[in-house]
Nanobody, 122 residues
Framework: QVQLVESGGGLVQTGGSLRLSCVAS????????MGWFRQAPGKEREFVTA????????VYADSVKGRFTISRDNAKNTVYLQMNSLKPEDTAVYYC???????????????WGQGSQVTVSS
C-alpha cells in the first residue's frame, strides 16, 4: 500500500503563490499517473489536475488552467503543484492521489494522502 504525504500548504493572500509537494513511498512511483484533488468546506472533493507517468501529459480543471502547474520528479518519488494567482475560492484541503495506471483517468485515483490545507485570504 503506497503512502502519500503532502506538504506546503498554508495561508496566503489573494494573488499569492504556494507550492504543494507530495512524496510517495515505495519503488513504483514512476509506474503511475498522479493527481491533485481538493475539497472545500461543505463541498464534494473535486479534480484539480493530473500528470501521466513520465510527465508528458497533463490535464487541468478549467477553474485552475493557466494558474496551476503540476509536475513530477520520479527520481525523488515526488509530485508538485505550483499554484499562482490564488483566489479565495481556491481555499480547500488539497489531496495528492495515485492513479490506477500510467495514464490519466480522473475517475481512477485509488490511493490518497492525508491532505494539506490551503487558505487564501481576500
Amino acid at each position: 500500500q503506497v503512502q502519500l504525504v503532502e506538504s506546503g500548504g498554508g495561508l496566503v493572500q489573494t494573488g499569492g503563490s504556494l507550492r504543494l509537494s507530495c512524496v510517495a513511498s515505495g519503488r513504483t512511483f514512476s509506474w503511475y499517473a498522479m493527481g491533485w484533488f481538493r475539497q472545500a468546506p461543505g463541498k464534494e472533493r473535486e479534480f484539480v489536475t493530473a500528470i501521466n507517468w513520465n510527465g508528458g501529459s497533463t490535464v487541468y480543471a478549467d477553474s485552475v488552467k493557466g494558474r496551476f502547474t503540476i509536475s513530477r520528479d520520479n527520481a525523488k518519488n515526488t509530485v508538485y503543484l505550483q499554484m499562482n494567482s490564488l483566489k479565495p475560492e481556491d481555499t480547500a484541503v488539497y489531496y495528492c492521489a495515485r492513479g490506477g495506471s500510467s495514464t490519466i483517468v480522473p475517475s481512477d485515483f485509488r490511493s490518497w494522502g492525508q491532505g494539506s490545507q490551503v487558505t487564501v485570504s481576500s
